[in-house]
Structure formats: C-alpha cells, structure tokens
C-alpha cells in the first residue's frame, strides 16, 4: 500500500477535524477512537489515519475504527509516538506500505488495522463489557447521591433573557446521527418554530441547516466563534465550585455570558435551563443516552443524565432515531391517480371551447355516417 498526502495533526481529534481537507492525511492521539470522531473524520473525506494511541484498547467496543473501514479510510498504528513531534503540519508525508517516510527519509513502521484486526480487537472489547458495565454502573449511582441537587432544587438555574415559558424547546447535541434527525424534524421547527438551544457543537448544527440558535450552551470548547457570534444569548457551563474555563474565550471575543455552575454534562444543564425556565415541551437531538455513549465521552457513569431525565422527562421527547422511524416509499399508482386529477379540469375546460365543440359535431356525424344512423 502506498499512501501520499499532507499532514495535518492534533492532539484533540475535534480540533483536527475543523482544519481537514479532503486528501489530507489526519495524525490523531486518540484512544479508543469513538464513533462521533470517526464520523467527522469520514465527512473531511481523508486519505487515512495515522493514530499514536490504542485506537482499540479493548477496554469497551467503540464502533469508531468500523465506521472508517465502512468508508475505505485505512487506520494506522505506529511504533514510534515520537512521531507526532518529530513531523509539521503541512508538510508531505507517505506510507510505503508498513513504514512511514518524511522528507525522503524513514521516520517509524506501521501497523494497518485491517478488517480482521478490528474485528479481533473488539472481540476482546465485548468480552470485558460486563465488567464495565458492572463499574459503570457502581459509579453512576455513587455520583447520583453527590449529585441530587440537580433534582432537588438545591443547584440555582438562571433565568434566561430567552423568553421559553409555555413554548417548545429544541436541545441539539452533536451526536450520534444528529443530521439525519435534524433533516427529519425540520417541517417541525419550521411550523412550531420552537426554541432552539445549541450544546458546544449542536449550535454550529443548527448553523449548518439554516437556523440561528437563540441559545448556546456549554464549556465553549467545540462551538465555532461564528457560531458564539450570531447566538442570540450564551451560557457558560461552569464547575461546581465555579470555575468557568471557556468564559475566558467568549470575554476575548467581546461578548456576554451567564454563567452556569453545576455538575454533569452541558446537555443535562440545558435540559434543566429549559425546564426550569417554563418550557412546555423539551424534544432533544443527537443526545448521549446509553453506556458507550458515555464511555466514548470518557465518562465513567451517567449519574447526572440519570437525575436530569428523572426530573424533565414528562416534559422530554427523544428525537434520537427519528429518521429510522418512517421511511416514505414511492408509488405508482399514487403518482397515476395526480395525474387523471389534474387531467380533468384539463378536459373539461378544453370541451367548452367552441372550436373543441365544433371537432366533437364533426365527430358524431362521422361515427352516425360510419353505423348508418
């Protein structure tokens, strides 16, 4: 195999992906590569990656390395991690086969995870899920009891300069086939017109499809300062001592944030800031809901999702999967029957014509002649 292309590299995968183009080779340090990163990798439509970590560890089965094999992208692992240092973005890189070359000379070997060794290495993942499972679930109900404030009104919620009281609210995370559920609910925003809340990268979600969020919400570390800049309002999610790390970036950009501390993740404070502040129906996209989600965002329980739901969820619907619920086939005799409708406003405008009533006499006189009537 021999693979030539520019080098583009980072740490965070999630910021590498904002500066990729198409026939760029990506050099990532992720372990245990996630589907959401996979999928932002496949949509650059990249040559191959070239991964300094475990891209399996076989601690969980992460579906990422499948999804770039269902795309024809190679997956590589190295020998060498000094390699992220040693190469410069923009600059040429080739892989001949099991060994990487930079400027003509030989900088590591390789290994190519091929369907076979995926296959192997997320065997070893399930096989250890039960014990996963088992911590997974010992840490969400140990961090349920630090975090019930969430449920029992001890955590203030500010009141948004949003109006939401009485309306529908639309909470959008970057996750797991969030387009394909955005693109099924769009007559619903455009006819309910509800409240459109962004978390981090949700809010450049919603950009992508045409709408302006009235509100972001988040650490601000993978929303876009375009997309911070046409937000009607912005709230910072802040640790619970009150520390707030992304309200630096927004104070740069010379905006106005609220600050929100409270534990858990940005999409159960959004969930509570909709609830808190009066919404009357809370329809959520691309959300984390299950174990791998969470282990994907490197979390090791989902204590807060848990409380959150607990408190919201007469008031909460789940759009995850929408786009799988109906799938609309087409017809013939559908399109046959449009056709013989619009056909007869057609015929009986074009029968009172007089030149048509003049051809329809000529008509019955040749067929009377023609029957000798």
Do not use: W
Not at 26 to 53: G, M, Q
Not at 58 to 79: C, H, K, M, T, W
Not at 170 to 180: A, E, N, T
Not at 296 to 318: A, H, I, P, Q, Y
């Amino acid at each position: 195999m021999h693979i030539k292309g520019r080098l583009k590299k980072d740490r965070k995968t999630k910021n590498l992906t904002k500066r990729l183009k198409p026939g760029d080779i990506a050099l990532i340090a992720h372990k245990d590569l996630d589907e959401i990163a996979a999928l932002s990798l496949v949509e650059k439509k990249i040559k191959c990656v070239i991964n300094i970590d475990d891209t399996i560890s076989g601690r969980y089965p992460n579906q990422g390395p499948s999804i770039l094999l269902d795309a024809n992208i190679p997956i590589f692992e190295v020998d060498n991690k000094d390699i992220f240092d040693i190469v410069q973005e923009g600059d040429t890189i080739e892989i001949l086969d099991d060994i990487i070359l930079y400027k003509e000379n030989e900088i590591g070997n390789c290994i190519l995870l091929d369907e076979e060794k995926v296959e192997e290495l997320l065997s070893v993942g399930y096989a250890n899920i039960e014990g996963e499972l088992e911590r997974f679930i010992e840490n969400t109900l140990e961090y349920a009891k630090k975090e019930k404030g969430l449920v029992t009104g001890k955590i203030p919620i500010p009141k948004t300069k949003t109006r939401i009281k009485g309306k529908h609210v639309l909470v959008v995370v970057r996750g797991k086939d969030y387009k394909m559920d955005l693109e099924a609910i769009r007559s619903y925003i455009d006819e309910v017109k509800p409240i459109l809340i962004g978390v981090d990268g949700g809010g450049d979600a919603l950009l992508e499809f045409g709408y302006t969020p009235h509100i972001v919400v988040g650490d601000m570390d993978s929303i876009s300062d375009k997309c911070l800049g046409k937000a009607k309002e912005i709230v910072v999610h802040a640790y619970s001592d009150g520390r707030a790390p992304g309200l630096k970036r927004v104070e740069d950009l010379g905006l106005e944030a609220t600050i929100f501390p409270a534990p858990g993740t940005s999409e159960d404070i959004a969930f509570l800031l909709a609830y808190a502040n009066g919404a009357d129906l809370i329809v959520a996209v691309g959300t984390h809901t299950n174990m791998i989600d969470f282990l994907e965002k490197g979390r090791s329980g989902m204590s807060s999702t848990f409380l959150v739901r607990l408190k919201v969820g007469s008031k909460l619907v789940d759009a995850k999967g929408v786009n799988k619920l109906y799938h609309s086939s087409f017809k013939l005799k559908y399109v046959i029957g449009i056709a013989i409708a619009a056909l007869i406003p057609i015929m009986i405008i074009t029968s009172m014509h007089p030149l048509m009533k003049e051809l329809m006499l000529l008509f019955k006189i040749r067929l009377r002649m023609m029957l000798g009537l």
